[in-house]
Protein backbone atom coordinates (compact mmCIF):
# COMPACT_ATOMS: atom_id res chain seq x y z
CA UNK A 1 0.00 0.00 0.00
CA UNK A 2 1.13 3.27 0.97
CA UNK A 3 5.03 3.75 1.74
CA UNK A 4 6.11 6.92 4.24
CA UNK A 5 9.98 8.10 5.11
CA UNK A 6 10.00 11.01 6.85
CA UNK A 7 13.62 13.22 6.65
CA UNK A 8 14.79 16.23 7.95
CA UNK A 9 15.51 15.60 11.78
CA UNK A 10 18.12 16.44 14.13
CA UNK A 11 19.50 18.87 16.75
CA UNK A 12 18.59 22.19 16.99
CA UNK A 13 18.70 25.31 19.08
CA UNK A 14 16.21 26.63 20.35
CA UNK A 15 14.56 30.05 17.97
CA UNK A 16 16.52 27.19 15.12
CA UNK A 17 14.71 25.95 12.15
CA UNK A 18 14.04 22.37 11.06
CA UNK A 19 12.20 21.26 7.84
CA UNK A 20 10.54 17.68 7.88
CA UNK A 21 9.98 16.35 4.27
CA UNK A 22 7.67 13.45 4.12
CA UNK A 23 7.85 11.17 0.97
CA UNK A 24 5.13 8.95 -0.15
CA UNK A 25 5.07 5.85 -2.42
CA UNK A 26 2.38 4.17 -3.32
CA UNK A 27 -1.40 4.10 -5.03
CA UNK A 28 -3.59 6.80 -5.17
CA UNK A 29 -1.22 9.59 -3.77
CA UNK A 30 -3.51 12.55 -4.40
CA UNK A 31 -6.57 10.93 -2.52
CA UNK A 32 -4.42 11.15 0.90
CA UNK A 33 -4.72 13.56 3.35
CA UNK A 34 -1.39 13.74 5.29
CA UNK A 35 -0.34 14.51 9.07
CA UNK A 36 2.43 14.94 11.12
CA UNK A 37 2.30 14.03 14.72
CA UNK A 38 5.34 13.94 17.20
CA UNK A 39 5.83 11.60 20.30
CA UNK A 40 7.94 13.27 23.27
CA UNK A 41 9.58 10.66 25.67
CA UNK A 42 6.83 9.46 28.18
CA UNK A 43 4.34 10.44 26.41
CA UNK A 44 1.45 9.92 23.72
CA UNK A 45 1.55 10.80 20.20
CA UNK A 46 -0.07 13.79 19.22
CA UNK A 47 -1.71 15.79 16.69
CA UNK A 48 0.39 18.63 14.94
CA UNK A 49 -1.05 19.32 12.16
CA UNK A 50 -2.40 18.01 8.55
CA UNK A 51 -3.58 19.18 5.33
CA UNK A 52 -5.45 17.22 2.44
CA UNK A 53 -3.28 16.39 -0.59
CA UNK A 54 -5.69 17.60 -3.28
CA UNK A 55 -7.60 20.04 -1.20
CA UNK A 56 -5.24 22.02 0.31
CA UNK A 57 -6.91 22.31 3.70
CA UNK A 58 -4.68 23.01 6.74
CA UNK A 59 -4.88 22.89 10.49
CA UNK A 60 -2.59 23.59 13.08
CA UNK A 61 -2.15 22.65 16.93
CA UNK A 62 -2.52 25.63 19.10
CA UNK A 63 1.01 25.21 20.04
CA UNK A 64 2.73 25.77 16.73
CA UNK A 65 0.57 28.02 15.17
CA UNK A 66 2.48 30.60 13.66
CA UNK A 67 5.85 28.82 13.96
CA UNK A 68 5.18 25.42 11.84
CA UNK A 69 3.96 25.41 8.58
CA UNK A 70 2.55 22.41 6.41
CA UNK A 71 2.96 22.47 2.73
CA UNK A 72 2.96 19.56 0.07
CA UNK A 73 3.82 19.29 -3.58
CA UNK A 74 2.26 16.98 -5.37
CA UNK A 75 4.34 16.56 -8.14
CA UNK A 76 6.94 14.70 -5.86
CA UNK A 77 4.73 13.36 -3.74
CA UNK A 78 6.36 14.87 -0.73
CA UNK A 79 4.23 16.54 2.61
CA UNK A 80 7.12 19.30 4.19
CA UNK A 81 6.99 20.39 7.73
CA UNK A 82 8.59 23.61 8.05
CA UNK A 83 9.74 24.64 11.57
CA UNK A 84 10.55 27.80 13.02
CA UNK A 85 11.65 29.93 15.90
CA UNK A 86 11.49 26.05 17.46
CA UNK A 87 10.93 25.60 21.20
CA UNK A 88 12.47 23.06 23.48
CA UNK A 89 9.16 21.70 24.23
CA UNK A 90 8.90 20.59 20.58
CA UNK A 91 11.44 17.91 21.06
CA UNK A 92 10.23 14.77 20.24
CA UNK A 93 9.90 12.04 17.44
CA UNK A 94 8.07 13.11 14.54
CA UNK A 95 5.56 10.90 12.64
CA UNK A 96 4.01 11.67 9.20
CA UNK A 97 1.18 9.83 9.03
CA UNK A 98 -1.35 9.19 5.61
CA UNK A 99 -5.17 8.75 5.59
CA UNK A 100 -7.27 8.09 2.72
CA UNK A 101 -9.93 10.35 3.14
CA UNK A 102 -9.98 14.35 4.30
CA UNK A 103 -7.75 15.48 7.36
CA UNK A 104 -8.80 14.57 10.93
CA UNK A 105 -6.53 15.35 13.74
CA UNK A 106 -7.28 11.77 15.56
CA UNK A 107 -4.19 9.64 15.38
CA UNK A 108 -6.45 6.79 15.62
CA UNK A 109 -8.31 7.44 12.06
CA UNK A 110 -4.16 7.19 10.29
CA UNK A 111 -3.64 4.09 9.06
CA UNK A 112 -0.03 5.02 7.46
CA UNK A 113 2.51 5.61 9.39
CA UNK A 114 6.33 6.52 8.62
CA UNK A 115 9.27 5.41 10.80
CA UNK A 116 9.58 9.04 12.85
CA UNK A 117 12.32 11.63 12.68
CA UNK A 118 14.11 12.62 15.75
CA UNK A 119 13.74 16.45 16.74
CA UNK A 120 15.66 17.58 19.43
CA UNK A 121 16.01 21.28 20.76
CA UNK A 122 18.30 22.10 22.74
CA UNK A 123 17.39 24.99 25.78
Known amino acids: QVQLVESGGGLVQAGGSLRLSCAASGRSFSSYAMGWFRQAPGKEREFVTA????????SYVDSVKGRFTISRDNARNTVYLQMNSLKPEDTAVYYC????????????????WGQGTQVTVSS
Open 51 to 58: INWSGGTT
Open 97 to 112: AARLSTWSSSKYEYPH
